[in-house]
Each structure stands twice: as structure tokens, then as C-alpha cells.
């Protein structure tokens, strides 16, 4: 029996925003991020071993965002959840913008972002919903997407327990979410 809880609710009680950005609903289920760079970040709930279920999908080629696990708690900056956390990369360009090349599988869409490279790209086109699969046991991140094995990282050797987070990454970009379901292991 599966005992996921959802996160996102209608009220989205529980989150919170840090830095600039948003996110809104666009349609009833499925919110959406827009301007950035900012972290909405489930401040309710730290979680440390998981499995956590979401869905999303971009609108253009060079929509960006992640999906933040094991983040300290936030203020007005996401600075310490890039700093601590994990983020599970969206970016289908895979744009490495320190060497500013495209295919970068350490930032591409499944990549644990700048620590453990995708295995190659496996998103949906532009439009169409991809689903994740983030499990973080003990030292150990495994990413599935769209139900394939993509990125793995062990040991994971930053905050062993944290929040949960979307990214709202750069004005025009907006990426949609739905789904958001997370289960204590």
C-alpha cells in the first residue's frame, strides 16, 4: 500500500517563498513559476528519507527550473539551499553556464545539478508532461524520469534532512508542476 501525501493543496498552506518570482496556479492542479531567481519551499515538513513523486512540464526550450530536496529552512534568499541542498535539474538545453555550452550532463534535465550527470536525455517534448521519481535514502540520491533510471549520486554527503523546493528560475520561464507527492521512507 502506498501512503503518499500530496504537498501541493489548493490553499498551498505550508509553503513559503524565498527570493524573487512566484508561482501561481494556471489551471485548478497545476501551478505554474514565473520571474526569479526563487525557491518556493514547503516549510511544514523536513524530510529526510524519501520518495517523492512530481510532475511537470515546460512550455519552451529554454524553460528552466528543479526541483529542490533536503534544503535548510529559507528566508528571503535561496542561496543556502543551492549552497546545501540537491537540486534535480529541468533544463532540456542542458546549459552549463560557467563554460556557456549546451549538453552538459551535469546540467541537464535529471542531473542532480553540478554533482551526478543525467544519463542522457529523456524528457518528453515541449508541452507534454514528464514525471520524476527523487529517492533520498541514507547518502544515497537516485533520480528516475519519465520511469527510466537517469542520475544516481552516492554518497550525497550535504544536509542529510531538509525541504522541499521548486525553482523559479529567470523572467519568461515557466514551468508547470502537478503531482507533488512525497513519501517518508
Known sequence: MEDFRPLLTADLSGWRMAGKGGFRWAEPGVLESFGGSGLFW??????EDFMLR???RI???????????????????PGPAIERG?????????????????DSPLHL???IYRLAPASG?????????????????????A??????????????????R??????SHHEGSAVQFRRLEVMPL
Open 42 to 47: 514547503f516549510a511544514d515538513s523536513a524530510f
Open 54 to 56: 512530481v510532475e511537470w
Open 59 to 77: 512550455q519552451r526550450p529554454d524553460d528552466n527550473s528543479g526541483v529542490f530536496i533536503r534544503c535548510p529552512p529559507l528566508q528571503d534568499s
Open 86 to 102: 540537491y537540486e534535480i535539474q529541468i533544463d532540456d538545453r542542458g546549459y552549463d553556464p560557467q563554460a556557456k555550452r549546451l
Open 109 to 111: 534535465t535529471g542531473a
Open 121 to 141: 536525455h529523456l524528457s518528453h517534448p515541449c508541452g507534454e508532461w514528464n514525471a520524476f521519481v527523487i529517492r533520498a535514502q541514507r547518502d544515497s540520491l
Open 143 to 160: 533520480v528516475w524520469l519519465n520511469g527510466t533510471a537517469v542520475a544516481h549520486l552516492s554518497p550525497a554527503t550535504r544536509e542529510p
Open 162 to 167: 531538509g525541504h522541499i523546493a521548486l525553482q
